[in-house]
C-alpha cells in the first residue's frame, strides 16, 4: 500500500511563494536603481532639483558633461550669501585628450539673496548672469568687449535651508576669430 505524503505540495507552495517573493524583490531593485541613474534621450542627466551634483548642457547639439580629472575636482560650485550680496559659481570642465581639455563657468556675481526661486537672469555683457567657456584655443567671457553673448539662466530651485540650488540656462556666445558656440538645454543640480 502506496502513502501519498500530504505535506508535499504545501512544501512545493512555499517554495515557489519564496521563489517568486526573492525574483520580486530583485526585480524591484534592479528596476530602482535604473531609474536612479536615468540618463535622458539626449545623454544629459535629467534637470533635478535635489541636490545631486549634476551639471550638462548640449553643446552645439552635442552632450557636454564634467569628465575625466586633472587631480581636482571636474565639477565645483562656490555660493556665498555674503559676498556681493549672494554669488553663486559653478565651475566644471572636460578632458577629452590629454592635449584637449574644455572648460565651463557659469554664475550669478551679485545680488543673489534679493531673489527667490524661480528666477530667471538674462545674458548680457553687463548682466549678473556671467558665462565663462574655454576650448580649441579660444577663451570666451561673458564680459570681454570682444564676446557676442545672449542667453538667459533660471534658477528654478534655491533651498537655502538643505543647501540646494538648481537650474537650467542656455547661451550663444561668439569671438572674432573663434567658433561660434551654443549652449542649450543647460541644467545643474548642485549641493552647497
Known amino acids: 500500500m502506496k502513502v501519498k505524503n500530504l505535506f508535499l505540495p504545501d512544501i512545493k507552495l512555499n517554495i515557489m511563494k519564496r521563489v517568486v517573493t526573492y525574483l520580486l524583490i530583485i526585480s524591484i531593485f534592479c ?14 542627466p535629467p534637470a533635478t532639483q535635489e541636490g545631486k551634483n549634476t551639471l550638462g548642457f548640449l553643446l552645439n547639439g552635442e552632450t557636454w558633461e564634467p569628465k575625466g580629472s586633472n587631480g581636482t575636482a571636474n565639477l565645483s560650485i562656490d555660493f ?3 559676498f556681493n550680496n549672494g554669488i553663486l559659481g559653478i565651475a566644471a570642465y572636460r578632458i577629452i585628450t590629454s592635449n584637449n581639455r ?3 563657468g557659469i554664475g ?4 543673489l539673496n534679493t531673489y527667490n526661486a524661480p528666477a530667471t537672469f538674462s545674458l548680457s555683457n553687463s ?13 570666451y567671457f561673458s564680459t570681454d568687449a570682444d564676446t557676442n553673448v545672449s542667453g538667459s539662466l533660471t534658477l528654478t530651485k534655491l533651498d537655502r535651508t538643505n ?3 538648481s537650474g537650467t540656462f542656455n547661451a550663444s556666445v561668439s569671438k572674432t576669430g573663434c567658433e561660434t558656440i551654443n549652449i542649450t538645454e543647460g541644467r ?3 549641493k552647497y
Open 188 to 190: 545643474f543640480d548642485m
Open 163 to 165: 543647501h540646494i540650488i
Open 31 to 44: 528596476n530602482g536603481n535604473c531609474r536612479k541613474n536615468k540618463i535622458e534621450s539626449n545623454g544629459l
Open 108 to 111: 550669478i556675481k551679485e545680488n
Open 127 to 139: 548682466g549678473l548672469f556671467r558665462l565663462r567657456f574655454e576650448n580649441n584655443g579660444c577663451s
Open 80 to 82: 556665498d550669501p555674503g
Open 102 to 104: 574644455e572648460y565651463f
